[in-house]
């Protein structure tokens, strides 16, 4: 397709209509961009504390002891969770979780302080709900590291009455330390990287069902196929026409969203702000040709629609943000290779958050690529079937 061809008037006039028929139908316009707006704003609320603190926890104190009431101290001062009830059985603290009032349940049993001073080994209990991995993990990592700063200050405080120094002491606590050193987002900010991939996913789904509406609106029925060729000029310049108004609007949208979290959430970018505009804009031009091909082989419109939606809404479990792609099998893998919301992931997460060089980020840009050059030649090749047809059927007409 030369370039002269696809800028001349009959492509920028179904560039033109595309925005018309935007105004004149407001269910395309709501599911272009204000559906899409809405839902990245929802989102936004529902992340806009960036971090889970204080998630509510109950406790079960059967020794009273002042170091019981130390340890329940502690884990009620930590960032991820508080005590919020105290209970006085097992059956009740179990009623509690299941109900969803708190999420663990720490257990301190008879007998503590007096088996910890004789030098013995108690245990503290912590029950918590580990189908619900996230708030589970944050309550399990605060009360571990509350009753762990506790024994450890006992063990020091043991060592030193029986006469020890307290350097030797606090070596003995720790013989061999580790240093932890977060690489990225070392305060474990969610909006940071799950809404950050939560954006392009939503997105991702809005754009397959909307150009498979828009596409098929024009290529359901011959006539209607033949008038978008007339208007355009010739079928490449009209389908030109066609995408691109969604590739401007689909752009906007991102961007809106992109500002809202480098401004307000503080998304860092470390990366080449190019590569990172390449890659949004390969993904949009990718995802929208998996609704226009859905358009052009699946009949009617509407089952364009919901196959799409079928297809990409679950395509966020793929991608590898709540589950490790190299630990999927192969079914699952290959699924998230041929979303292209898994490789513009990674480029974003790449020059957002590592603040990869661009030399190692050309892989997942050369792969949105790809993806968009066979979805486009795919789609092509199907368009010319259409047009056969269509030029078949206008000769054998009566």
């Not at 990592?141 to 506790?150: E, H, I, L, Y």
């Not at 609106?217 to 196929?225: P, S, V």
């Not at 990718?286 to 082989?297: P, R, S």
Request: with cysteine; glycine share 8%.
């Amino acid at each position: 397709m030369a370039p002269s061809r696809a800028l001349r008037p009959g492509g920028l006039l179904v560039f033109r209509r595309e925005f018309i028929r935007l105004r004149r139908r407001p269910f395309l316009l709501f599911l272009t961009t204000v559906m899409p707006l809405l839902l990245m704003g929802v989102l936004a609320g529902v992340f806009s504390a960036g971090l889970a603190t204080k998630l509510p926890i109950a406790v079960l104190d059967l020794d009273h002891s002042d170091l019981s009431r130390s340890i329940s101290r502690a884990v009620d001062a930590t960032p991820d969770a508080s005590i919020i009830v105290t209970v006085s059985d097992l059956s009740e603290g179990k009623q509690l979780i299941l109900s969803g009032a708190v999420h663990g349940l720490l257990m301190l049993p008879e007998n503590l302080q007096r088996d910890v001073l004789a030098g013995r080994r108690p245990e503290a209990v912590f029950f918590y709900n580990a189908q619900t991995m996230t708030t589970g993990n944050l309550v399990l990592r605060g009360v571990n590291a509350a009753v762990s700063t506790v024994a450890a200050g006992i063990r020091l405080s043991l060592c030193t009455t029986r006469g020890h120094p307290a350097e030797i002491a606090r070596e003995n606590l720790s013989p061999i330390p580790v240093q932890v050193n977060p690489l990225f987002n070392p305060a474990l900010n969610y909006a940071h990287f799950l809404l950050a991939a939560l954006v392009p996913a939503v997105l991702q789904v809005v754009m397959v069902t909307t150009m498979a509406y828009a596409t098929g609106m024009d290529a359901e029925t011959q006539h209607r196929f033949r008038i978008l060729r007339r208007l355009g000029g010739g079928l490449w310049p009209a389908m030109l026409g066609k995408i691109l108004p969604y590739t401007l609007i689909f752009l906007i949208v991102l961007g809106i969203a992109d500002m809202v979290l480098f401004g307000y959430f503080e998304l860092p970018l470390r990366g080449s702000r190019g590569i990172l505009f390449a890659s949004a804009f390969l993904f949009i031009f990718a995802t929208q040709m998996i609704g226009v091909m859905l358009a052009l082989f699946i009949r009617p419109m509407a089952s364009a629609v919901s196959i799409g939606t079928l297809l990409i809404a679950p395509s966020f479990g793929f991608m590898g943000i709540g589950f490790p792609r190299l630990a999927m099998n192969d079914f699952a893998y290959g699924f998230g290779e041929i979303v292209p919301g898994t490789w513009y992931l990674m480029a974003r997460i790449d020059q957002t958050v590592r603040g990869t060089p661009p030399d190692l980020s050309l892989r997942p840009i050369l792969v949105l690529l790809l993806m968009a050059g066979i979805l486009s030649l795919i789609a092509a090749f199907r368009l010319q079937q259409m047009r056969r047809r269509t030029m078949l059927a206008k000769k054998v007409a009566p």
